[in-house]
């Protein structure tokens, strides 16, 4: 495991260890931001531009604000390698240093780290991923996924397809392909898509792709190609999704009904597919491309002057983007702590209840330069950690990712339901479950 810890204000040149430059001075004066990257590893053609988004707009906050209310962010990177037994010793190694969130970056490490936080008391922002039914915040109050769950995103991928097709009662009798990476969050929407099929009478046809072949799968493929399916559906990562995309595109399977997660919709993804991927499609939660205020003043402030790892070629590119999404949610929540607490250095409980009531209006999107950049964060609550925001469709022309379809709302009245089922789940199957002592800040 290696850490880099960040020097605000000083060149990447600059880093050095976490253990020669903190002090308690330090701990007093800034805020400590920890974020789990993975910039090595089968995954890393997805983590580098998902940390350097997460790292530079919180530099830009530093370099253009002087943090955030007047308190600079002490930001350092736990490298993880997308694994799990590494990112536990990355938490274990920090959540002594009063951070004021975790960001596992991994459905496996969420999963592992839920546990830990109500005892640790530090919020987890597993933004859009991890367990979906975190999202039950009398259940999980110290765990927050918003701004849509999986099974959220799997309802809009629905509610797409369904306008195709002319509604999702035309799916009756139909096949729909989900490719999935072998691990909890390629599985994670599993539940709710056999639902699905029961609901609308489809049927299903899962192609499961081992780590090991994530940059092979023409097995899955060739089932593909027999079985025919009238959509594909992919929760992939890393390496896997270019494969697929190339894949689909070898076997003539059409790419206007091949349908990504969020997670595999990245510019590297379709990319990998060659000019035959044009048509393919994906989730978006962010904005796309460089058309905004806060992308300018991170380029002026953090890409220009040498403080940014990115490669100028890809900055502002989907997953890179993504990451500013990301540390949106933290710069906000962390602003609310402070608004609620009254503290200028806040640490976990408070940016828990800063979370809890986070509200982002597009007004307050515009204030942060990034307006039409996300949906509104408008319904987090005590009850509701997740807030089942809308996300928005977008496809590859051949070059570039183009965004065709408006703000796409969940199904909240199939997914919410399961959600609670599921939490009870969860809290039945592990004794001893601590009940929710918290007060609310914010009526759900």
Avoid at 73 to 98: A, P, Q
Avoid at 290 to 313: C, F, M, R, W
Avoid at 417 to 432: H, Q, S, W
Wanted: charged share 25%; net charge neutral.
């Amino acid at each position: 495991m290696r850490l880099k810890y960040l020097i605000l204000g000083a060149a990447f040149a600059g880093l050095v260890s976490v253990d020669a430059l903190t002090t308690k001075a330090d701990a007093q004066d800034s805020i400590y931001v920890p974020l789990l990257t993975y910039r090595t590893g089968p995954f890393a053609n997805s983590g580098i531009p998902l940390a350097n988004g997460m790292r530079d707009y919180l530099v830009m906050l530093n370099e253009r604000d002087g943090g955030i209310g007047g308190v600079k962010l002490n930001i350092e990177e736990c490298e993880t390698g997308y694994d799990t037994k590494k990112g536990v010793e990355c938490y274990e190694s920090i959540k002594g240093k009063n951070p004021t969130v975790i960001n596992p970056y991994s459905t496996g490490i969420t999963l592992q780290l839920i546990p830990k936080a109500a005892v640790d008391k530090i919020p987890i922002l597993s933004m859009a991923y991890g367990l979906s039914a975190s999202a039950v915040g009398e259940k999980f109050p110290w765990i927050f996924n918003p701004p849509a769950t999986y099974w959220d995103g799997l309802s809009m991928i629905f509610r797409y397809i369904g306008g195709k097709e002319g509604g999702l009662d035309k799916l009756k009798g139909k096949t729909i392909g989900f490719i999935f990476l072998e691990s909890g969050y390629g599985r994670e929407p599993l539940p709710l898509l056999n639902q699905f099929a029961k609901d609308y009478g489809f049927n299903v046809k899962e192609y499961s792709v081992a780590g090991k072949e994530m940059q092979d799968q023409s097995a899955q493929w060739l089932s593909v190609r027999r079985d025919r399916p009238d959509w594909m559906i992919m929760w992939g990562w890393g390496a896997m999704n270019p494969t697929a995309v190339k894949r689909a595109a070898e076997n003539g399977y059409p790419m206007d009904h091949f349908v990504g997660i969020w997670w595999s919709g990245s510019d590297d993804d379709a990319r990998g597919g060659g000019k035959e991927a044009k048509g393919y499609l994906s989730l978006n939660i962010n904005g796309i491309g460089d058309n905004y205020p806060a992308l300018k003043d991170i380029k002026k402030h953090v890409v220009d002057t040498g403080k940014s790892q990115v490669d100028k070629e890809k900055f502002a590119e989907n997953l890179y983007n993504r990451g500013i999404y990301n540390s949106v949610l933290i710069a906000e929540a962390i602003r609310n702590a402070q608004k609620l607490s009254g503290k200028k250095v806040v640490a976990g409980p408070e940016v828990r209840r800063g979370l809890e009531s986070l509200t982002i209006s597009e007004a307050r999107w515009k204030e942060l330069g990034l307006s039409g950049f996300g949906a509104p964060i408008t319904n987090v609550s005590c009850a509701d950690h997740n807030g089942h925001h809308s996300a928005y469709m977008q496809q590859w022309d051949g070059a570039k990712w183009v965004k065709i379809s408006d703000w796409i709302a969940p199904m909240k009245d199939k997914v919410r339901p399961l959600l609670e089922k599921d939490a009870d789940d969860y809290v039945t199957k592990n004794a001893g479950w601590p009940k929710r002592t918290e007060p609310c800040d914010k009526s759900s």
